[in-house]
């Protein structure tokens, strides 16, 4: 559990970066953030699964760069869920901004997460 809302917090920050640096890409607040990241989460969980086994053989072929699409895809739901507390002005700005989270998930977790659970 604890590491569940580490995890939306993270992603809540990282998507507060993600806005910083997209202006298409709008957040209206820290809580829009953290809504934003809960549904994301959850969306993770329930649809994410279900998007990657209808495209496997399209992510197969692009040797898994179509993920970045499933992951814009998701982001877009979000969106629509969120209403005007968070905006993406298009699919090649959440398609984008899927590809800078990934990247910032990963720095985390190999630069912070990992560290830190190795000195336990």
């Known amino acids: 559990m604890k590491r569940w809302i580490a ?12 806005a910083g640096f997209f202006d298409s ?18 969306l993770n969980v ?3 699964p279900f998007l990657i086994l209808l495209t496997l053989p399209v992510t ?3 040797l898994g760069l179509f993920l970045f699409v499933i992951n814009a895809v998701t982001l ?8 005007d ?4 002005d298009g699919f090649g700005t959440a398609l984008l901004a899927a590809i800078f989270i990934s990247i910032l998930n990963l720095m985390i977790q190999k630069g912070i997460v990992e ?3 190795k000195d336990k």
């Open 7 to 18: 995890s939306i917090l993270v992603n809540a920050l990282i998507l507060i970066v993600v």
């Open 85 to 88: 507390a968070f905006m993406i």
């Open 60 to 62: 197969v072929l692009t």
């Open 115 to 117: 560290p830190m659970q």
């Open 76 to 83: 877009m739901i979000t969106e629509g869920l969120m209403g």
């Open 25 to 42: 890409f709008y957040l209206s607040g820290i809580w829009a953030a953290i809504g934003a990241s809960f549904i994301l989460s959850i």
């Open 46 to 48: 329930l649809v994410k």
